[in-house]
């Protein structure tokens, strides 16, 4: 294991050490005292609504070992007599700091590092991904969505004896992409898709791809760049760039590796592919076409890493998928099932989780959407298309809640939805209350908008 002492700290962050041992050993990087254990480091960060230099002392209670703190005085004199056995740091900026020693840590590893991009499914990909990647490495990889530049950072520092890294790297604007990945420096990069998320920031697709491409500025000598060939920015991309060994996966563009005889059913998905050329079944634990891409994603990892046919059939079949995400809850006692997808939105994903609502076997399928945030002037139309998407595939009930949502019921209207089937609430607790009343036995109910929507209050109110 590679550890970081005190004094590593203290060179590389230019830090001051105001009490404590220089030689103590630091583990377990954290930011949240809530999750403080025994001997970790504590690590506090100043947010939009909070200080966490000034919670110390709470970690401190906790078991902390080591802090590195900005700005805050210290009581030496009571510190020394309450926590005799702790180390305080202080440095000019702790963001910097964490960055900084997460960079110098990745430099101690000789390991495969796969970092993970795109629009949309970053997340569900990279679980998929580590899923593949642990059956023939001791892995760390990003927990939930821990993919900025702050968590990022935090799952580097946790690495010890692990063999391989797997980092998701999201952003909202130019330049996000960037830090991450030359604190990374990954062996493989992959970029799932380019879709519209963010684009109220970015303002194009076109600059939401060159957002995403600053991925490669970490890529090592000799890596991979791994690509949804069927997105058409990325497809068009990949026939102007020579200088990357490139490969590719798709399911409608000629690629690397192909889904073929694609049979989606309620709970799992089964498709035919090459693997090291040889013709292979693949059985994915979960439904959606969106997942037969992320599977192929993953069998290019496995290839890029020379696992094994069989390794890489059974770590996609034992993927599990995160909290929120297309999650497919059985509520027996009211004979309905639930599609929570509620951590979050945007067009590419709204059209994915309508699609695997449409093709389930319950009698009704009902879908219950919120507004879509960080769209900017393209709010409008990319709403309307999800109401387009509610018609094509034939829900029979929709339920919006929000400003922008109701955008999607207009166009449902507008493309020939009857209005009784259509309704337009103003808040969660209205759909909470409407949808307890509207629930039938044999209904499937599609849960889906952005994370601050909170709309898992929604799927909690139907779960009981």
Known sequence: MKQLKVKDIIKICKGKLIYGDEDQTCEHFSKDTRQINLGDTYVGIKGDNFNGNLLYEEALKKGAKICILEEVKIPLEQISKKYPNTTIILVKDTIKALQELASYKRSLYDIPVIAITGSVGKTSTKD????????????????????????????????ENHTALVVEMGMNNFGEIRTLTNIAKPTICVITNVGTAHIG????????????????????????????????????????????????????????????????????????????????????????????????????????????????????????LSKNRMEIIENKQKGIKIINDCYNANFDSMKASIQVLSKMKEKRKIAILGDMLELGEYS????????????????????????????????????????????QLENIEQAIKFIKNEIKIGDAILVKASNSMNFNKIVDSLKV
């Open 128 to 159: 998929m991904i580590a899923s593949v990647v642990k059956t023939s490495y001791k892995v760390q990889s990003t927990k939930g969505n821990y993919n900025n530049h702050i968590g990022l950072p935090l799952t580097v520092l946790g690495l």
């Open 201 to 320: 920031n970015l303002g194009s697709r076109q600059n939401i791809l060159k957002a995403k491409l600053e991925i490669l500025e970490g890529l090592q000598k000799n890596g991979t760049v791994i690509i949804n060939n069927d997105n058409d920015l990325l497809h068009i991309w990949k026939q102007k760039n020579k200088e990357y060994k490139i490969m590719d996966f798709g399911i409608e563009n000629s690629s690397k590796i192909m889904a073929k005889n694609i049979n989606l059913k309620t709970n799992e998905s089964t498709f035919i592919t090459n693997i090291y050329d040889s013709k292979t079944q693949v059985n994915v634990g979960v439904s959606g076409i969106h997942f037969i891409y992320n599977s192929l994603c993953a069998i290019c990892v496995g290839i890029s890493l020379n696992i094994t046919k069989e390794n890489i059939i059974t770590g996609i079949k034992e993927f599990k």
């Open 380 to 423: 409008k139309t990319l709403h309307e298309k999800v109401g387009d998407e509610i018609v094509k595939n034939k829900i029979d009930l929709l339920i919006t809640v929000g400003k922008e949502a109701k955008n999607i019921a207009k166009q449902a209207i507008k493309q020939g939805m009857q209005k009784e089937k259509i309704n």
